[in-house]
Each structure stands twice: as C-alpha cells, then as structure tokens.
C-alpha cells in the first residue's frame, strides 16, 4: 500500500516538474502576435453564395456529433462516464457542438475579431476533455476539482489574448499553452496510470486523428494544390471530428473495471 502511493506520489511529481519546465518554458519566450497570414487559407473559393465553402461546411460534423452525443448523456443515464463529473461530459459535447458555429463563422471572414469565437469553443472543449481525462486516469475528486480553474484559464487565454492584439501588443504564449502542455501531458498520463474504463486504448485513436488534424493544418496549401478540390485545413477539420466521433463511440462500448477515488 505505501509503495503504490509512493508510486503515485513519484508519478505526480514527475508530471508536476515537466508542467512547471513547459510553464516557465513559454513565458521565457518573447511575447507573440498573432500572424495575420494565419488567416489566408489556400482554398479561398466563393461556391454557392458562400465564401470558403468547404472550409466552413466541413465543421459540420463537430455539430452532429456534439449534438448525438449530449442527447446520448441526457436519455441514458446508465451512460459509461464517472457520475460525479458527468457535467465536465455534457461541457466536452457542447463545446465540440459549438466548434461547428464558431469555426464556421470564422471562415466565413477569417480576421483576428472572428477568430475569437472559433478559439472560444474549441478551449472550453479541449479543457473539459483534458479533466475527464485526469478523472479518468488518476483521480476523479482531482478531475472534479480542476475542471472549473482549467476551464477560467483557457478563457482567459482567449481574453489575454484578444485583449493584447487590440492593444496593438499580441502575446499568444497562454493560449499556446492552454494547447501544446495538455497535449503533452495527456499521452504521459495515459502511459502512466490505468483508466477506470475499458477500451482505453481507443484515447490513442483519438490524439492520433488530433496528431494527422495538426499536420493537414500544417500543409494546408500543399494539399490543397495535390488535391485541387479539398486544401489541408478543411481536411483538419474532417481528422478532429472523427476523434470526436471516436470517443463517442467509446463511451458507448465501454464500461467500468474500477473506480478512482
């Protein structure tokens, strides 16, 4: 018994050091505007009245799957997710569903000012997943606790951020790190705790389709010039909605081994 909290007290600590490096790490660096070439996608094309057709209608199945999925917390409450945190669930999914809203009516215009309300939802998302994640895998009172500061602080890195560019300074360093350390922190969990849950494994299934969705965003223009009919990022939407559509299809096969105290 002393050794397993040993064990986990080690293992704690381990991801308490590498969060305070990543921390330190970023605010080391100079501050960041944000690249206003960000927002000049390859496919530009105006099909059927709508401006960057493909890169607002491929949002679409982050609202199917959000929408299927809070309807699935609300009418089976035998649904395979920890009671006590059921919230942070219902938070992921209507997150994901608003992804679709604000990710769309960003690449309508794509500016600074729209790209608030594409950020917004996608951070309350992340961060509800990041806690389901935690209360999963090592602790559900932890996950339970964390849910509400993880929340505020992807908020606020929205705010901060949109704050600083209207003030003519920019600084995206919290925003980066509300993305890139649960994104680190998330395969190190998963490698070294055990989930509550079956079908773990599928979680890998997930950040892998986030992992091909961060490269299609990447070479955007280069897909988009393969291709000539679909570019990178629409095709980054697409990856990310299947690992929404993967964990949903997760909840509903799993079940419990063991709870997390």
């Not at 040993?6 to 790490?25: C, E, P, R, T, Y």
């Not at 960000?38 to 105006?46: C, I, K, L, N, V």
């Not at 969990?189 to 079908?199: A, R, T």
Request: hydrophobic fraction near 50%; charge should be positive; aromatic fraction near 16%.
């Amino acid at each position: 018994m002393i050794k397993d909290k040993n064990h986990f007290q080690l293992k704690m600590g381990l991801l308490s050091l590498i969060s305070a490096i990543v921390i330190i790490g970023v605010f080391l660096i100079p501050a960041m505007k944000q690249d206003l070439s960000y927002h000049q996608f390859s496919d530009q094309r105006f099909l059927l009245g709508i401006p960057n057709l493909l890169n607002v209608i491929s949002n679409l199945a982050f609202f199917i799957i959000g929408l299927f999925g809070l309807i699935y917390l609300k009418t089976d409450k035998n649904a395979a997710v920890l009671a006590s945190i059921r919230f942070n669930y219902s938070v992921f999914y209507f997150g994901v569903l608003l992804v679709a809203l604000g990710s769309g009516y960003y690449h309508l215009t794509p500016t600074n000012s729209s790209l608030v309300w594409d950020r917004l939802p996608m951070t309350v998302a992340f961060m509800a997943f990041f806690s389901i994640i935690i209360s999963e895998f090592i602790s559900e009172k932890l996950g339970e606790l964390v849910f509400i500061p993880l929340i505020i602080i992807g908020l606020l890195s929205i705010w901060y951020w949109n704050y600083t560019e209207q003030n003519n300074i920019g600084d995206l360093r919290l925003y980066v790190l509300v993305q890139f350390l649960p994104m680190l922190l998330i395969p190190l969990i998963m490698l070294m705790f055990q989930s509550c849950f079956s079908h773990a494994k599928l979680y890998w299934y997930f950040l892998a389709m986030y992992g091909l969705a961060k490269i299609a965003e990447t070479y955007d223009a280069a897909i988009y010039d393969y291709f000539q009919f679909i570019s990178g990022h629409s095709i980054k939407h697409i990856l990310a909605s299947f690992g929404c559509i993967i964990f949903y299809i997760q909840v509903k096969k799993r079940y419990l081994i063991k709870g997390k105290s």
